[in-house]
């Protein structure tokens, strides 16, 4: 059963233009949520998160918004540069454990 | 100097070596983890140690043997592992109930 879900495996983007990734959750126990970058053979390094009393959370190019309603969380990158290709990785922490996604591959094309 | 370190990143073994992974944090975390990621799946959760203690084994099967000798280190000690092991072992660590957790650059091993 699948907690946290990127129902996407790979996105394609345009140099410049907006990344939109998706993630989607079902436990109503999870209050923090994290995204996180991975190149390959590399660990993930922690990006950006958001607490569920916030619904926005905005760092430099990076902003993540939070459904509650929904259980839904999505990554914003504005604009696309091609160091952002890489694999993403959504994760959803609450009742003591973190629970991660199975990533989405982004692709940013010149 | 990375907050998580783990050594080798890379290694090559037979099934019948015997090896370990080490893992060291300078973030004063006291918690620490290991993680799988095979190719096209998902991390999977391994071990989990809470000052020092393990609290959550993922059915891992005993050919993985975990140490954590403070809240510092962390070891994954290999034996008679198996060709579908290869894969890519990544070692984090975090405040005990935190949200947020940190990964090293991870371990790289291929079984053959």
């Known amino acids: 059963d699948q907690q946290v879900k990127q129902n996407s495996p790979s996105l394609s983007v345009q140099e410049g233009r907006i990344s939109i990734l998706n993630c989607d959750y079902t436990n109503s126990m999870f209050d923090y949520f994290l995204w996180y970058k991975k190149y390959p053979a590399e660990g993930p390094t922690f990006l950006i998160s958001?607490?569920?009393?916030?619904d926005k959370n905005e760092d430099g190019r990076f902003t993540v918004f939070l459904n509650k309603s929904a259980k839904h969380l999505s990554l914003h990158i504005v604009p696309s540069q091609p160091g952002d290709s890489a694999v993403y990785f959504c994760a959803a922490s609450g009742d003591d454990k973190i629970i991660f996604g199975k990533g989405t591959r982004l692709h940013i094309l010149p | 100097e990375t907050g998580v370190t783990q050594t080798p990143r890379h290694l090559v073994m037979g099934m019948t070596n015997k090896k370990s992974l080490k893992c060291e944090q300078h973030l004063g975390h006291n918690a620490m983890y290991w993680y799988k990621q095979s190719a096209k799946k998902p991390l999977e959760l391994m071990f989990v140690?809470?000052?020092?203690?393990?609290?959550e084994n993922n059915s891992v099967p005993s050919r993985f043997s975990p140490e954590c000798p403070n809240s510092s280190h962390l070891f994954l000690h290999l034996h008679t592992l198996q060709p579908e092991d290869s894969a890519l072992y990544l070692c984090?660590?975090?405040?005990?109930?935190?949200?947020?957790?940190?990964f090293g650059e991870g371990s790289w091993l291929t079984v053959v």
């Open positions: 958001i607490s569920s009393i916030k």
């Open positions: 140690y809470n000052f020092k203690e393990q609290t």
């Open positions: 984090a660590s975090s405040q005990v109930g935190g949200n947020t957790i940190y």
